[in-house]
């Protein structure tokens, strides 16, 4: 089944140690998004990829990273986690253009834990 | 700016009894509305979309929502629910800002089922 997918399931890293999510998908989709979503909170968007061109929210700090090498992965870095970037990452995954952008598929997360 | 409101933080509902979970959208034209479904510790689902044309959309799972543009509102439904409808429900809308399209999430709806 084609699908997104996230490694690890679970990250726990130290206090300014840098860390890297990792994302990939089968869906061969153009367009892929990180979200960060913290305890009963929605997801927020902190930027995403159309192909190779990438988009950064406004708000997304310095500490946030992205890279993405080809079609199929992309990558979250946190440069120096704080205790504040504990939450779940969330990939996703759509194809460009019109309302197909706004489907989106989601991978199943990586809950980040910084001690 | 578009925003999203789910004015129902928690709703527990007994197994086989109807749900509505509310939905109100602040955009300026004509919205790209969805529903998306968290299962505890994983990433999002998508339930339904509306783009336009009828205001009454299936999705999967047996789940319907209702587009009311006199409202501002894109109320969720389900006739019956199921012990295995107990997840967090994401209202979102889908806005394009120079080409870029990307969800706005309203905070949640955590669904709690009881026998």
């Known amino acids: 089944d084609a699908m997104v997918i996230q490694n690890p399931r679970y990250q726990v890293t130290q206090f300014g140690k840098p860390v890297t999510l990792s994302c990939s998908q089968t869906?061969?989709?153009?367009?892929m998004y990180w979200y960060q979503q913290k305890s009963s909170q929605a997801p927020k968007l902190l930027f995403h990829?159309?192909?190779?061109?990438?988009?950064n929210e406004a708000d997304t700090p310095d500490n946030f990273q992205s890279r993405r090498p080809n079609t199929s992965f992309c990558f979250l870095d946190i440069r120096s986690p704080g205790l504040g970037d504990a939450a779940m990452y969330l990939c996703?995954?759509?194809?460009?253009?019109?309302?197909?952008?706004?489907?989106?598929?989601f991978g199943p997360g990586t809950r980040l834990t910084v001690t | 700016a578009q925003s999203v409101t789910q004015p129902d933080i928690h709703i527990t509902v007994s197994e086989g009894a109807s749900l509505e979970l509310r939905c109100n959208y602040s955009y300026g034209a004509t919205p790209y509305l969805f529903w998306y479904v968290q299962s505890p510790g994983q990433g999002l689902q998508l339930l339904l979309k509306?783009?336009?044309?009828?205001?009454l959309v299936q999705g999967i799972k047996g789940f319907e929502a209702e587009f009311k543009r006199s409202q501002s509102s894109f109320n969720l439904r389900k006739p019956s629910v199921h012990w295995s409808d107990a997840a967090e429900y994401f209202c979102a809308v889908g806005q394009s800002n120079f080409g870029n399209e990307k969800l706005t999430f309203g905070t949640g709806t955590r669904l709690t089922i009881i026998p």
């Open positions: 996703a995954t759509s194809r460009e253009g019109g309302g197909t952008a706004y489907e989106q598929y």
């Open positions: 990829y159309y192909d190779k061109d990438f988009n």
């Open positions: 869906l061969n989709h153009n367009v």
């Open positions: 509306y783009f336009s044309g009828d205001t």
